[in-house]
């Protein structure tokens, strides 16, 4: 019988692994998450798929293969825009909205 000790998550993976910046590796995560889906439930290949975000497919194959830490946030955001999706920010105080969401629409790029 083993002593293994478990310690529960905080939430982010990257704070509990003690990674620099582990909000921005946590979003950028979700927006690739979000970005496999989608080009899942279209069919799409990478190549299709590359040829839609102006990624190219060696790139877009690391991204989807967790390699994304040379990829902003904001070029996430804008290849699933190019897959025609939208995204919603909500920004929350205390979990309350802070105003209304912010939309980003899709557009053809």
């Known amino acids: 019988m083993t002593n293994e000790t478990v310690t529960q998550s905080g939430g982010n993976v990257f704070a ?8 921005s590796h946590l979003l950028k995560a979700g927006l690739v998450r979000k970005l496999a889906t989608v080009i899942k439930d279209r069919g799409l290949t990478q190549t299709a798929a590359a040829k839609l975000t102006g990624i190219s497919q060696p790139d877009l194959s690391k991204v989807l293969r967790g390699r994304f830490r040379e990829f902003s946030s904001d070029r996430l955001i804008k290849a699933l825009s ?23 629409h899709a557009h053809a790029c």
């Open 16 to 23: 509990d692994l003690g990674v620099a910046d582990a909000e």
């Open 82 to 104: 190019c897959l025609d999706t939208e995204i919603e920010i909500t920004v929350r105080t205390r979990g309350e909205p802070v105003g209304e969401p912010i939309l980003v």
